[in-house]
C-alpha cells in the first residue's frame, strides 16, 4: 500500500483513517457517470483522491466488458491494480455479470455491483456494505472540466442476442424527474456547461413511471444556465413513440441537436436474429424526423459487422444504408461473443471475413465523419469551449455537438465565433474570431 496514511486496517479488508483512493474508470457514459460519483463519494467521505496507483491506498476500478477485447483487457488492469495496492474495489458492469471471473483474477478483489455504487465508502472502509436501491441521479459527481454527467434510469428494456449489459443491469429502474432535474441544476451552479443525461437506453426512461423522456428533456431544458444538455442513447423501438414531443423538447437552445440511435445492421433479417426490435425503416424514419425539425444535426449511430447470421449481402445493406442516412459519426464494432448471451452459441464467421468487413465499414465510418466535421469549413460557428484535452488548445461544441479544436487555451464556459480552417475525421479545426463571453477560469474538479 501507499505509505503513511492509513490508520488501520481491518480484517474484513476495510480501511480506515485518510485513504488515498485512486479511480481507473472504462466503457461508456454510465460507468464514466459512475466512477465521477466513485470518487465524489470517496471525496466526502475525507478520503483523498489521488491521480496515479502509485500514490495510492485503495484502487477503484470501473469495469466494462461489453467485447472480448475489452473483457482482456479488464483482466490486465485487475492483475496490475491488485498487485499494486492492497485493497482493490471493483465495480461496473464486469462486476455485475462476471463477479467469477472478477475473483479468478483478484480473488482479494471487493466486488460492489454497480447498482451499490453508493456503498462505496462503506465497503471501503469497513470492507462490507448493505445493498439498497438507491437514487443515483441524486448521487454525489465531480464536475470535470465543464462536463457532468447524469445517469437517468439504470437497465433497459431491451433483449438483444449479444449484449452482456443486459445481464449486468436486469430490468429497469428510472429515477424521479425530480432527482434528475436538480442534479442538472446543481452541475450547472458548479460550473457545468455540457450535461450529459445518460443510461443504457435513456428512450426506456419513464416506462416505469408513466413518463418518458420527451417530457423530461422538456423540464431539464428549462433548468437556467449557459451550458446545454447531451441526450444519450435511445433504441428507436422505444423512441418512435414519443419521438415528435422529443424532437419537439429539443428545439430548445439549451439541448445540443445530436441524436445517438444504434441501428446495429442494415438487414432486416440480421436485426431480427439480434432481437433488435426495429426495422431499417424505423431507423431511417428516426433519421430523417431529426432531420426535418432540428435542421443541422449530428446523427450518431452503431454498427456490428460479422454477426454469425450476417451474409455478404447483409453486410452490403449496412453499407448502403450509412450511405443513405450519412450519419456524423458511427461506431463499428466486431461481433464479439458474449458469455451468457444467446448469440454466444452461434458459430462464428471467419476471422478473415470479419476482418475485411470491419475494414470496409471502418473505411466508410472514416469518410462520413470526415464530411459531417467538414461541411462548415470557411463559414463563422459559434460554439462554447467544454474542456481542454490538448495543452495550449481548447475543445468546444456547436449546437449541433461538432467538437471544433481553437488553436489557444480558453477558460471552460468561453463562448466564440471561430471560423473553421480545416477537419479531420474526429474534428473540425477553427480560429477565433470574436469572443461573446468570457468565462472565468475555474479551480479544481468540483463534487455537487
Do not use: W
Not at 255 to 279: C, E, I, K, T, W
Amino acid at each position: 500500500m501507499g505509505g503513511g496514511r492509513v490508520e488501520r486496517l481491518l480484517s474484513g479488508g476495510g480501511l480506515v483513517g485518510v485513504v488515498r483512493v485512486y479511480t481507473e474508470i472504462h466503457g461508456c457514459a454510465t460507468t464514466q457517470a459512475e466512477g465521477s460519483t466513485a470518487k465524489a463519494l470517496a471525496q466526502r467521505a475525507g478520503h483523498e483522491v489521488v491521480g496515479s496507483v502509485e500514490e495510492a491506498d485503495a484502487a477503484v476500478l470501473v469495469t466494462c466488458t461489453v467485447v472480448g477485447k475489452t473483457e482482456r483487457r479488464m483482466v490486465e488492469r485487475l492483475r496490475s491494480l491488485g498487485d499494486a495496492v492492497g485493497t482493490l474495489v471493483v465495480t461496473g458492469c464486469m462486476a455485475s455479470a462476471q463477479p467469477e471471473r472478477v475473483l479468478e483474477v483478484a480473488p482479494h478483489a471487493l466486488i460492489l455491483p454497480p447498482h451499490n455504487v453508493d456503498q462505496l465508502v462503506p465497503l471501503l472502509e469497513e470492507g462490507r456494505f448493505t445493498p439498497a436501491p438507491v437514487d443515483k441521479a441524486g448521487l454525489p459527481r465531480r464536475v470535470e472540466g465543464g462536463v457532468a454527467t447524469v445517469v437517468i434510469n439504470d437497465g433497459c428494456l431491451g433483449n438483444c442476442s449479444f449484449c452482456i449489459t443486459k445481464l449486468a443491469r436486469p430490468g429497469l429502474s428510472s429515477y424521479p424527474v425530480e432527482s434528475v432535474v436538480d442534479a442538472v441544476r446543481d452541475a450547472v451552479g458548479s460550473g457545468a456547461v455540457e450535461v450529459r443525461l445518460t443510461s443504457m437506453d435513456t428512450g426506456a426512461y419513464g416506462q416505469d413511471r408513466g413518463t418518458d423522456l420527451a417530457g423530461l428533456v422538456e423540464q431539464v431544458a428549462d433548468v437556467e444556465g449557459r451550458h446545454r444538455v447531451r441526450v444519450g442513447m435511445l433504441n428507436p423501438f422505444l423512441g418512435i413513440p414519443f419521438l415528435d414531443d422529443l424532437l419537439e423538447a429539443m428545439r430548445h437552445p439549451r439541448v445540443y441537436n445530436f441524436l445517438h440511435v444504434p441501428v446495429q445492421s442494415g438487414s432486416d433479417a440480421v436485426l431480427d436474429h439480434m432481437g433488435r426490435q426495429h426495422s431499417v425503416e424505423d431507423f431511417e424514419h428516426v433519421v430523417e424526423r431529426a432531420r426535418e425539425v432540428l435542421g443541422d444535426v449530428t446523427i450518431a449511430t452503431d454498427v456490428i459487422v460479422g454477426y454469425p447470421t450476417e451474409t455478404r449481402e447483409d453486410h452490403e445493406a449496412t453499407m448502403a444504408l450509412l450511405e443513405r442516412s450519412r450519419p456524423g459519426h458511427v461506431n463499428v464494432t466486431r461481433f464479439s461473443p458474449r458469455p451468457g448471451t444467446p448469440a454466444a452459441g452461434l458459430e462464428a464467421l471467419d476471422g478473415g471475413v470479419v476482418k475485411d468487413r470491419s475494414r470496409e465499414a471502418s473505411r466508410v465510418r472514416d469518410r462520413l465523419q470526415r464530411e459531417h466535421r467538414g461541411r462548415h469549413e470557411g463559414e463563422v460557428v459559434t460554439c462554447r469551449v467544454i474542456e481542454h484535452v490538448v495543452e495550449g488548445t481548447s475543445q468546444a461544441r456547436t449546437l449541433a455537438y461538432d467538437p471544433v479544436v481553437l488553436e489557444e487555451e480558453l477558460p471552460v464556459g468561453t463562448l466564440v465565433r471561430a471560423r473553421v480552417r480545416g477537419s479531420t475525421m474526429a474534428h473540425a479545426e477553427a480560429d477565433v474570431v470574436e469572443v461573446l463571453e468570457v468565462a472565468d477560469p475555474r479551480g479544481a474538479p468540483r463534487v455537487v
